[in-house]
């Protein structure tokens, strides 16, 4: 009899086979720990993304890491650990991404153009916004 998991949890054992290229079946255990894995809101990309630190960290010989670093239980078993490592990534990115510069658009003053930080997004306005706005300024007068 064929058992077809959930398609979140495939997605996830998925993205480890595709890292590892370690063929495993999905266990009981297994499937366990990527259901808790789920429910703390580890995604397919963050499961990638552990693997890929993890594999960098064996190749340079990292005190500490080694070729059983990468299987499934020592790397996705231990949930609690999974997850701090999936979420100092995304910390990671996140600081990665706010160091990057800003965009910057050239703007003519006069009779030199200079290179300006890009205008931030216009927020579009509601329409209460305007109706409010327009009532202080009326009372205002």
């Known amino acids: 009899m064929s058992f077809d998991p959930p398609a979140d949890i ?3 054992l998925d993205a480890y086979i595709a890292v590892t290229g370690l063929a495993v079946k999905l266990s009981y255990q297994r499937q366990s720990a990527l259901t808790d894995l789920i429910d703390r809101g580890i ?3 963050d499961v990638t993304a552990v693997m890929q630190k993890l594999k960098r960290l ?3 010989g990292e005190k500490g ?3 059983s670093s990468l299987d499934f ?3 996705l078993g231990n949930v609690d650990t999974f997850e701090e490592r999936a979420l100092k990534l995304r910390q990671e990115a996140f600081r990665r991404q706010a160091s990057k510069p800003k965009a910057q658009v050239a703007v003519v ?3 030199v153009t200079v290179l300006d930080d890009a ?3 216009e927020v579009p306005a509601s329409r209460s916004l305007v109706q409010e706005t ?3 300024i009326a009372n205002g007068l």
Do not use: H, M, W
């Open 73 to 75: 239980r020592n790397a």
């Open 109 to 111: 003053r006069g009779d």
């Open 134 to 136: 327009l009532r202080a």
């Open 65 to 67: 890491f080694s070729e």
């Open 10 to 12: 495939q997605a996830l």
């Open 119 to 121: 205008p931030a997004a």
């Open 43 to 45: 995604t397919a990309e």
């Open 58 to 60: 064996v190749a340079r």
